[in-house]
C-alpha cells in the first residue's frame, strides 16, 4: 500500500513539476512521510516474532501429525516410521522454504541423528527439561543470536497421548516387536523410547531471521 501511496504522488510532482504547476505543501508532507522508516521498538520485534514463531509451529506440527494419522491407518505403526525416516523432513523443509526461516525439531533424546541439538540448543533444552521434572510449565522462548540478527524461536513439544507411545513407548509393553525391529533398522542409534505421556519429547526449533520478522510488522 505505501509502495502505491509513493508512486502516485511521486506521478503527481512529476506531473507539476512539468507543467509548471506549483507543488503544494501537502504533497511535500505526503510523500516525506510515505518514505519515513518506521521505528520498531526490540519489544515489538521480539513479540511478532513470538507470535510468527507461534504460527509457524503450529503449522509444521499439524501438517506432520496429519501426515502420520494417515500413514498409520493405510499402512499400520511399524510403516509409519518408515514414513517419519522418508517424509518428515521434507514436511519441515516445506515449511521452511515457505516462510524463508529455518525449522527443525531438536531433542536430545533423538531418533533421528539429523534432530540432535547444537550448542545453541543444548541449554534451551536442558531448561526445558529441568522444568518437566520440577513441575514448570514450558513456554514458548525467543534467544537472539549472530548479534541479535538471528532470533531463535524455541517451545516444548511433549508426548500428548497414547498413540505417541506406539513408537516412544517402553519396548515390548508399548511398542511391539515388528516396531522395534523397524525402528532399529532405520535408527540404529535411537534414544527416543520409554517416554510416558506428558514426557518431553523434544522442541521446536525455529531460526527466524530479524529481517524477516520486520517485514511482518
Known amino acids: 500500500m505505501k509502495k502505491i501511496i509513493y508512486t502516485v504522488l511521486c506521478t503527481q510532482l512529476l506531473l507539476s513539476c512539468n507543467s509548471n504547476e506549483k507543488i503544494s505543501k501537502d504533497i511535500f508532507e505526503e510523500?516525506?512521510?510515505?518514505m519515513e522508516v518506521k521505528k520498531l521498538s526490540e519489544v515489538e520485534i521480539l513479540e511478532e516474532a513470538m507470535k510468527w514463531g507461534d504460527e509457524i509451529s503450529t503449522e509444521a506440527q499439524t501438517q506432520l501429525i496429519t501426515a502420520l494419522q494417515k500413514a498409520i491407518s493405510e499402512k499400520g505403526i511399524p510403516e509409519a516410521i518408515a514414513f517419519c525416516n522418508v517424509e518428515a523432513l521434507p514436511i519441515l523443509s516445506e515449511v521452511s522454504q515457505k516462510h524463508n526461516i529455518s525449522i527443525k525439531r531438536a531433542s536430545i533424546d533423538f531418533r533421528n541423528p539429523l534432530d540432535k541439538?547444537?550448542?545453541?540448543?543444548?541449554?534451551?533444552?536442558?531448561?526445558?527439561?529441568?522444568?518437566?521434572?520440577n513441575d514448570i510449565k514450558n513456554e514458548p522462548n525467543i534467544q537472539k543470536f549472530e548479534n541479535g540478527e538471528v532470533l531463535l524461536y524455541t517451545k516444548a513439544i511433549q508426548i500428548p497421548n497414547s498413540l505417541c507411545l506406539n513408537c516412544h513407548g517402553e519396548p515390548k509393553t508399548d511398542i511391539n516387536e515388528?516396531?522395534?525391529d523397524k525402528i532399529q533398522k532405520l535408527y540404529p542409534e535411537d534414544k527416543a523410547k520409554n517416554h510416558k505421556i506428558g514426557d518431553l519429547r523434544g522442541m521446536w526449533s525455529i531460526r527466524l531471521p530479524k529481517s524477516e520478522v520486520i517485514k511482518r510488522l
Do not use: G, H, M, R
Not at 31 to 34: C, G
Not at 117 to 133: G, H, K, R, V
Open 178 to 180: 515388528e516396531t522395534l
Open 31 to 34: 510523500v516525506n512521510k510515505s
Open 117 to 133: 541439538p547444537t550448542e545453541e540448543e543444548f541449554p534451551i533444552l536442558d531448561a526445558y527439561a529441568y522444568n518437566s521434572e
